[in-house]
């Protein structure tokens, strides 16, 4: 049992809560004594076509159950997605095309391969249109009849609408029992996600003991903040990490985080042991900078390697600390029209969007030649040799054609 306690001890490292901690460890122990995989399960909506860093502290911790021996198991919710989870918002979310939803799931699998272990004894992939998509209404109102209206609505997003006057569609009240029914389905010993997952997470525990079997145990993970310090990490808020970004970006990123952060994405995105990070974090013991740079280079390197780490942290030394400008930088073909500020940004491709364009040139991350820019909609005539800088890292060098 020594090492069963150690198990779980690791496991627990930056969880939020356990259904329940002494189940999982006789969960573990069956295993042990069976000798057989658990299956861990994690869903994910492919709503968007790339995964960022906060995607990755929920897969981080199923890749700790993978060392361990057992089987993580992907659900893409190729089906799910076209309902939308209104989880964390107001409303529910838009429907997806099933061509959207197809794009998004085929780049998921791909970077899910940067965090987990793809070897075919520990990792196994199921679209929940294998068995979704063939519910007769029979089998609908059979799933539906497991749990009650006064049930859905302990669910805190939905319980704030109906308070509200806000309007609840009946096919949102679905989603949860569609995703329980996963769990069935792939006969989850784990399911893992985050704190806003949780109510989901139990249906599907509610599920399983409906139809027999052992309930899942429920491992729920904080929700990653974004760059900003303040709301969750999000594509579409352009506060976030991709696992995807060029080693440069990812460092450049890291190094704009607060200082108040740290302990945090040290805790839920490395394997940093905790009075080590107790130590990096106390700024009596270590500098600020020096912390974050090893947090830098400890993110890059999981996606990338040790070398494009140091020649990260090497290029941005350069350019910031010593005020000088990159060597690789990118020079773009542009028209000598004038050009909107933000646009340009657009057209340099220095941004995903306009309205990440706005939101940098509001909070004061472009300039030009050096000089700050403020007003989204302020004219630039381009000229060749013209370097447009945004946020930290990003430079581009115009050539006027």
Request: net charge neutral; proline share 4%.
């Amino acid at each position: 049992m020594a090492d069963i306690k150690q198990q779980v001890e690791q496991l627990k490292r930056g969880t939020v809560e356990i259904f329940s901690e002494n189940e999982l460890a006789e969960r573990l122990a069956e295993a042990a004594k069976e000798k057989r995989q658990l299956r861990i399960k994690l869903g994910m909506d492919p709503t968007a076509p790339d995964i960022h860093l906060g995607h990755t502290v929920v897969m981080r911790k199923m890749r700790q159950f993978q060392d361990m021996g057992h089987k993580a198991v992907l659900i893409i919710g190729d089906y799910t997605a076209r309902i939308g989870d209104p989880t964390g918002q107001n409303t529910t979310r838009p429907m997806l095309s099933p061509e959207q939803i197809e794009t998004n799931a085929k780049t998921y699998i791909a970077q899910a391969g940067k965090i987990l272990d793809t070897s075919k004894d520990k990792f196994e992939v199921r679209p929940n249109s294998e068995w979704l998509a063939d519910l007769r209404l029979a089998d609908i109102i059979k799933l539906t009849s497991s749990t009650t209206v006064a049930r859905m609505l302990e669910r805190d997003t939905f319980e704030i609408r109906y308070k509200a006057g806000d309007a609840i569609s009946m096919h949102e009240f679905l989603y949860p029992l569609m995703q329980g029914y996963d769990s069935v389905m792939v006969k989850a010993d784990v399911e893992l996600g985050g704190t806003d997952q949780t109510f989901n997470n139990l249906v599907g525990r509610d599920l399983q003991r409906v139809n027999g079997q052992k309930p899942q145990i429920v491992i729920t993970m904080p929700i990653l903040v974004g760059l900003d310090g303040k709301e969750k990490m999000s594509k579409s808020k352009g506060n976030y990490i991709g696992v995807t970004d060029s080693p440069k970006d990812m460092f450049g990123k890291v190094m704009s985080i607060s200082d108040e952060m740290m302990e945090n994405y040290f805790t839920l995105l490395t394997e940093i042991p905790a009075d080590k990070i107790k130590e990096l974090t106390n700024s009596q013991k270590t500098h600020p900078k020096e912390a974050k740079v090893l947090l830098g280079k400890t993110i890059i390197k999981q996606f990338y390697d040790e070398a494009a780490g140091e020649t990260a942290a090497a290029e941005f030394e350069k350019v910031f600390a010593q005020k000088q400008m990159p060597q690789d930088m990118p020079e773009v073909k542009i028209s000598g029209d004038s050009i909107a500020a933000a646009k340009l940004l657009a057209a340099c491709n220095l941004v995903a969007s306009g309205g990440e364009a706005k939101r940098l040139i509001a909070g004061g991350g472009m300039s030009i030649d050096g000089e700050k820019v403020t007003d989204p909609n302020k004219s630039i005539t381009p000229v060749s040799g013209m370097v447009v800088r945004a946020g930290k890292l990003k430079f581009a060098k115009l050539s006027v054609n």
